[in-house]
Every structure is written in structure tokens, then in C-alpha cells.
């Protein structure tokens, strides 16, 4: 009986030397770009957000999911230490030029190296208004002008090992139905503990927003979404559909829109363009009702410290961080507010 005693003993202490070495996790959350619509200014990469996760021993990198791709994408990227080819899957809120012209040049780079197949969720074809928002046809001429230039045929007779059909002969497209804009999303896309959901939103036809989900934490991208009801009166710019998302969630990245290019502000700024958006105090009560830890304002109309946003001269002079923090937080948020710099970052631990 002693000896049995022992046995357990000694069989034991393994399983307890495991548990307590257990490695901990961690969710990284790093804005790739901040510049909100088509205008280049002060050097900000176009919008895009890195969410990686894994053990801490690993800073997170067991997983990487790039959101949205502007241009710059693949240069903040390298600022990181993280090349195309690193990445598992790369996610589109929608097909407008900012936040998808760097998934091109990062593609290229992909295949240039010789990287695998890399997933590419966006949104299935949509008709509206008699034109097609089509992220497949996206895809599948992503590498169009480097085909028709001759260099995908120069570099593959240099290398038999590239894919003969360039970029797009890596991309595994992941297309997205349109779901109910009350439902709490489908899943997209997993790997081992990292979830991703999905759910359609207002902005323009097949916008979408993602949610993450992971052991460590969670994070919406809410994209440029807004309101269903697109022209005034109404209760807020901002999505239901993004708030039934983002419901008990850690984290929210959103793009915001100051109301000095509101209608009527002085500023000519198109009202179609801004009423598809959402503004900082909405997305601060929204963000407090789905009870939101982290705050994170980004693709910010118009940037910070500029004179105009293209075209559209900004009444009163260049907005300052106070701009965007001060109305979100009146609006009643208890939670942590941040104003997106280019690789400004956020990491949760388990």
C-alpha cells in the first residue's frame, strides 16, 4: 500500500510541474494605419489594423490577422518585424481604395518570396444602385498591372518556383454572405483558440465588421460603419449592427468622423460621405452600452494637426487629440480612449 502510495505520488507531481508552467497568452492589437478616406497626409499609412495572438513567450505571434490593407500596409508591417509572408489571413470591412490598395503591393511581395496561400475574407458580390462591389474580382486581378507589364513572366523565368499566375494565384478567397444586421455574426475564419465573426454593416454595399475572440481577449473592427438610417433625424451615427457585435467585448477599433465636417459646418465636405460614418461622442455611448474596456478611435476624419482633409478646408484650423477624446468621453464612456497613431498598440494578457 506505502508503495502504491508513492507511485501516485510520483506520478502526480509531472501533472503539477505542467499546470504551473502552463504559458500565459496574449492578444496584440497594433493600428497599421490611421489615415481615414483616399488623402495622403503627414506620412500616415492607410487604414489597417494587425490583431495577433499566442503565448507571451512567442509575443503573440502564433497567430497574425491583418484587418484592412491602405497603402503603407506592408512598410508598417516591416516596422513590426512582420513580412507578407508571416501572415494567416488578411480581412476587408469593404472595397474602397484606402483601406485595400497595400493588400496589392503586399501580395506581390508574398509571391515574390514565395510565400503560401494566404486566406482573404471580404464580402461576397453585392448589387446595389445597378453596380457590383465585387472583392473577388479584386482579388482575382490583384496582380494585374505586374502581368500586363511583363514582370510576373521575367521573374518567373528567373525562378520556376513562383506561382505562374502571380499574386492571385495565392489568394484563398473566404467570402462573407450578408448576414442579419441583428445577429451576433457568423464565424469566418478559426485557427485552434482564435475565432473570427462576421456581421454586414451600413457604409456602403458589402461593408462588414470582424470580431476576434481568443482566450487572452477580444476586439471589434467596426471598419467605417454607420448608421442604417443614413440621413437625419435619428438617434446616432453609429451601427446597431457593429454594437450587437461588439457586446461584451474588450476592445473596439472604429473610424471616427468630427462634426466640423458635418452638414451646414462651412466646410463643403460631401453630407453623404459624412452621415455614412460615425462620430466620436456616439461612438463613445455606444461603446459604454456594450460595455467596451478599450476605446480606439482610428482612420480619424480629418487627421490630426492638418489644415484640410484633400480638398476640404477644416473651419476653425487643424484638430488636436482633445478633439476626439473630449466628446466620447462626455457622452458617458468609462472606459480607455485612445486617438490612432500609426503602430499605436494595445495588448491584453491572460
Excluded at 506592408?74 to 507578407?84: D, E, K, M
Excluded at 467570402?175 to 441583428?182: H, L
Aim: proline content about 6%; hydrophobic content about 40%; some cysteine.
Amino acid at each position: 500500500m506505502a508503495m502504491h502510495r508513492w507511485l501516485a505520488l510520483i506520478l502526480l507531481i509531472p501533472i503539477a510541474a505542467c499546470a504551473e508552467s502552463a504559458p500565459e497568452n496574449c492578444l496584440e492589437v497594433i493600428l497599421t494605419g490611421t489615415q481615414g478616406g483616399p488623402p495622403a497626409v503627414n506620412g500616415l499609412a492607410g487604414a489597417g489594423t494587425l490583431v495577433r495572438y499566442g503565448t507571451v513567450e512567442n509575443q503573440c505571434n502564433d497567430v497574425l490577422l491583418q484587418f484592412d490593407a491602405g497603402r503603407g500596409t506592408t512598410g508598417r508591417l516591416s516596422q513590426l518585424g512582420v513580412s507578407p509572408n508571416d501572415l494567416d489571413a488578411v480581412f476587408l470591412t469593404h472595397n474602397h481604395s484606402d483601406h485595400t490598395e497595400g493588400l496589392i503591393g503586399l501580395m506581390q511581395l508574398r509571391w515574390h518570396f514565395m510565400g503560401g496561400p494566404l486566406d482573404l475574407v471580404c464580402s461576397e458580390d453585392v448589387k446595389a444602385a445597378g453596380r457590383t462591389t465585387s472583392c473577388r474580382a479584386f482579388a482575382e486581378h490583384i496582380g494585374d498591372a505586374f502581368i500586363m507589364s511583363g514582370e510576373i513572366a521575367q521573374r518567373v523565368a528567373e525562378n520556376k518556383k513562383r506561382h505562374p499566375d502571380g499574386p492571385s494565384g495565392l489568394v484563398v478567397l473566404k467570402e462573407v454572405g450578408q448576414t442579419a444586421s441583428d445577429s451576433k455574426g457568423e464565424v469566418v475564419w478559426s485557427s485552434g483558440d482564435v475565432t473570427v465573426k462576421a456581421i454586414t454593416t451600413t457604409h456602403i454595399a458589402g461593408s462588414l465588421a470582424f470580431r476576434v475572440d481568443t482566450p487572452a481577449g477580444s476586439v471589434v473592427i467596426g471598419g467605417d460603419a454607420g448608421n442604417s438610417k443614413t440621413t437625419p433625424p435619428r438617434d446616432s451615427s453609429t451601427s446597431e449592427s457593429v454594437e450587437a457585435l461588439a457586446d461584451g467585448a474588450d476592445i473596439l477599433v472604429h473610424s471616427a468622423i468630427h462634426p466640423v465636417f458635418a452638414p451646414g459646418a462651412g466646410s463643403k465636405f460631401p453630407p453623404p460621405v459624412y452621415l455614412r460614418q460615425s462620430n466620436a461622442a456616439d461612438l463613445g455611448a455606444m461603446a459604454e452600452r456594450a460595455g467596451i474596456k478599450h476605446l480606439v478611435m482610428t482612420h480619424l476624419i480629418p487627421a490630426l494637426d492638418s489644415p484640410s482633409h484633400g480638398p476640404f478646408v477644416i473651419p476653425g484650423g487643424p484638430l488636436s487629440q482633445n478633439d476626439f477624446v473630449v466628446p466620447a468621453r462626455e457622452s458617458g464612456f468609462q472606459g480607455e480612449i485612445y486617438v490612432g497613431r500609426d503602430l499605436m498598440s494595445i495588448r491584453l494578457q491572460q
